[in-house]
């Protein structure tokens, strides 16, 4: 039977007590902000423009207009409940709540005065490790309008990345779930890594750790529905207790003395390659990010966003909350964490406008559609306007699948990174649907991007001509947070104007007469056979427009007379019966034949393609797992 899409959620509802509004001020003087890295990027001006003159190099920027908002998250945020206060802000389906925006308003003031009294303060770093809910968009709030650093963590990290990211940071403090919520697995119990980080969880009422010197409180948000009893530990402090325990204020939280350029945001990156960084980004960097996003979307205070990725990646945070939040628009989370049902359950519900999605998901929500009747009836049932499609490379076939299944017409696509706040380039739902397809689009506004020669670093190859990916302008990051080293590698000074700081990407991309970026890969990921460079990219999808194939993802592999070769991990559909011929056929058919591959790894449940948080296949990771095959034979050639 289908949910009811009775409006029986869609209703506010009350906020519960810890979400009331305290009575009172707390006038406290903060200490001064951090210090900054670096002075604040300008975009580069002279070469490159926006106007419809067709480029011969290339080098875009994106238009000058509207200009940039220099405001911090909070004051900005004030505005928005001043229009919209009435309407919804944050709508979570798994726990049957609404807020307003006046609500959220209201519950982040109180949070944010209830974290002040146990002691967090300006430019403290505060660790957050929760799923999509009411809490987590709270805090985000709260932790903006105080000028802690909000660092959100994935809740599926290990204890050891847990204690890696609060000791690398100094974290002050970390609010976390009593279970983590992971896709398609039993909710996970949080005591077992709090016990290993705090060896007095049930003994002592003070926070002590050899292993987490720095952290000096433990906020926890009970998400697990009875499950898990934290009474018995006195040194955690209930979230509920938080909100309460702050003195009495009024509606408005008193002025923090915050500028726009602080560091207010630690993102880890995803981790790709072996090694995640911690990326810095100021009020600046995401807010103007954010509403960029929400701009070229159109999005409007009648629009309700259904957005299933998470909110401790810069999909969520940025893409998500910070493009709605700027627009008085809604963002529905249909569960803590990703589930293809309560995702179109959830759109359908809420009438969502608009879809957000990595590719692994959207391709989840397509085998649903295959094999679940009543999915097929809630994808009739949606009202998608727009949508984005981001987080990694999203194969053109992709796009095709999710405008005749899902009715997504004006789907986006977009281009960034962690270190670019995330978002650099982006389709608009008004391109053609052969630029939406193919290409991650133009730059937003006042951000420049370049392709360079990746040898030359300081030459701009011609328009057409492949190269690697760099960006300018305010969303560069501030740096990797106490890594000097590695930030030198990729902000690089402009040769002509050293007050103007490119990103390079490591990404591979092409840029056409109009501005418009195509992605062909990751440069590391690019496999050179026989002195032709193949990207990954190109294979991967073809493949996903063969019908037998649910997901596929193609690395270089050593081979003795063409130095690399081409090998495919391919996942079967369920029912699918197709051999690694049937896979080089199709391949052959469609493509040249030097991008056939030579080897076919199939991947099922338990060995699954490895990704990031954010749905990105981890190549080092398959290239490693394709080595260990063939030196155990089990390459089929």
């Known amino acids: 039977m289908l949910p009811s899409l009775a409006c029986k959620r869609a209703a506010t509802k009350s906020p519960k007590p810890a979400s009331a509004c305290p009575k009172g001020q707390l006038w406290r003087r903060l200490p001064l902000p951090l210090p900054l890295p670096h002075a604040p990027h300008r975009a580069l001006s002279g070469s490159g423009s926006s106007s419809s003159l067709p480029l011969t190099t290339s080098h875009a920027r994106g238009p000058p207009a509207p200009a940039l908002l220099e405001q911090t998250i909070g004051q900005y945020f004030s505005s ?19 807020l307003s925006y006046d609500a959220l308003d209201r519950a982040s003031n109180a949070l944010a005065r209830g974290l002040q009294s146990i002691n967090v303060q300006k430019g403290d ?23 802690a650093i909000l660092v959100p963590l994935n809740p599926a990290f290990t204890v050891t990345q847990v204690a890696s990211a609060i000791t690398h940071l100094e974290a002050s403090h970390l609010i976390i779930g009593t279970e983590t919520h992971l896709p398609f697995k039993d909710p996970r119990s949080n005591v077992p890594l709090l016990e290993h980080l705090l060896p007095n969880l049930r003994s002592s009422a ?14 926890v948000v009970d998400n697990s529905k009875g499950r898990v009893d934290i009474d018995q530990f006195r040194s955690l402090t209930r979230y509920q207790d938080v ?35 911690a990326a810095c980004l100021t009020h600046r960097n995401v807010l103007n990010n954010g509403k960029s996003i929400g701009d ?8 309700a966003v259904c957005c299933p990725p998470p909110l401790f990646h810069c999909f969520g945070c940025v893409l998500g909350l910070q493009a709605t939040s700027t627009h008085g628009a809604a963002i529905v989370f249909p569960s803590e964490c990703f589930d293809p049902l309560a995702t179109l359950t959830a759109a359908a519900e809420y009438r969502c406008t608009a879809l957000y999605g990595v590719p692994t998901m959207f391709l989840a929500e397509l085998d649903l559609l295959q094999t679940m009747p009543s999915a097929r009836a809630l994808a009739y049932m949606t009202n998608f306007r ?63 991007v370049k392709i360079v020669d990746p040898v030359d670093r300081a030459r701009v190859v011609p328009v057409g001509t ?6 300018s302008g305010y969303v560069t990051m501030r740096g990797y947070w106490n890594d000097a080293a590695r930030t030198a590698e990729v902000l690089v000074p402009d040769a002509a104007d050293p007050s103007v700081v490119w990103m390079h990407t490591g990404d591979e991309g092409v840029m056409d007469a109009d501005g418009y970026v195509a992605i062909t890969g990751r440069i590391k990921d690019l496999i050179i056979r026989g002195g032709e460079n193949i990207s990954p990219l190109e294979v991967e999808s073809c493949l996903l427009a063969c019908d037998g194939v649910a997901e596929a993802a193609v690395v270089g592999l050593p081979d003795d ?19 690694a011929d049937d896979v080089r056929a199709w391949v052959r058919a469609k493509l040249s034949a030097h991008l056939v591959p030579k080897f076919v790894f199939w991947v099922d449940a338990k060995t699954a393609l490895p990704k990031t948080a954010s749905g990105k296949v981890q190549k080092y990771k398959l290239k490693e797992r394709g080595l260990g095959l063939l030196q155990r034979g089990e390459g089929v050639e």
Do not use: W
């Open 80 to 98: 928005t409940v001043a229009k919209y206060g009435d309407r919804p802000a944050v709508i979570a389906h798994h726990q049957e709540t609404t």
């Open 125 to 147: 770093r505060v660790a957050l490790s929760l799923g999509n809910n009411i809490e987590h968009v709270t805090a985000t709030f709260a932790l903006a309008k105080l000028g």
């Open 206 to 219: 003070k926070i002590e750790s050899a292993l987490v010197p720095s952290l000096k409180g433990v906020v």
């Open 243 to 277: 909100v309460s325990s702050g003195p009495s204020a009024e509606k408005y939280l008193p002025d923090q003395g915050l500028d726009h350029n602080e560091i207010i945001n630690i993102q880890f990156t995803s981790g790709t390659t072996s090694s995640p960084k």
């Open 296 to 303: 070229r979307l159109k999005l409007t205070a009648d629009d």
């Open 386 to 448: 727009t949508g984005i499609a981001a987080g990694s490379a999203v194969p053109a076939e992709l796009i095709r699948k999710l405008k005749a299944e899902l009715h997504l017409d004006r789907l986006t696509n977009c281009y960034g990174m962690t270190e670019t706040s995330p978002v650099s380039l982006m389709t608009a739902p008004s391109d053609s649907f052969a630029k939406r397809v193919n290409t991650v689009g133009k730059p937003l506004p006042h951000v420049s």
């Open 466 to 471: 492949k190269g690697e990916v760099v960006v």
């Open 561 to 579: 007379r063409y130095g690399e070769c081409v090998a495919a991990f391919v996942l079967r559909r369920e029912g699918a019966h197709l051999a």
